[in-house]
């Protein structure tokens, strides 16, 4: 299971970012995080072509599809879909990783017998302004 955001465990933060200019603010080799949504295309379009790393925040089975045909690296969705988002995902040998928010460490015991493939926290969230 990967760890974003836990306390004693080090990993990578993620660069909520809400269009292109933001992306300039961030860090070489961020993982960029953003929202699905049709209007945010031409943002998912640019860090194609310049083949950034980026997770999408989706809130259907559909945007789950979507947001790995598009190349993202992380998916994250909602605690109600995240049996079914990573089952697909096993399915369809997806290449990017499944994950969801948690409030609480206790959580974590319920998403690992899930099979979720990861669990972030709040705080590994970064937001950059344009």
Request: aromatic share 12%.
């Amino acid at each position: 299971m990967l760890f974003f955001g836990h306390r004693f465990i080090a990993n990578e933060n993620f660069y909520h970012i809400l269009d292109i200019d933001a992306i300039l603010k961030t860090p070489p080799q961020a993982t960029l995080f953003l929202k699905w949504d049709e209007n945010n295309l031409d943002i998912i379009s640019y860090m194609q072509e310049n083949n950034l790393s980026f997770a999408l925040e989706v809130e259907t089975l559909e945007a789950v599809m979507y947001a790995s045909a598009l190349g993202a690296c992380y998916i994250f969705v909602p605690k109600d879909l995240v049996k079914t988002a990573q089952s697909v995902a096993e399915n369809y040998l997806f290449d990017a990783k499944i994950l969801v928010f948690i409030e609480h460490e206790k959580e974590i015991e319920s998403m690992a017998l899930l099979g979720i493939d990861g669990v972030v926290f709040a705080n590994a969230i970064v937001k950059i302004s344009s």
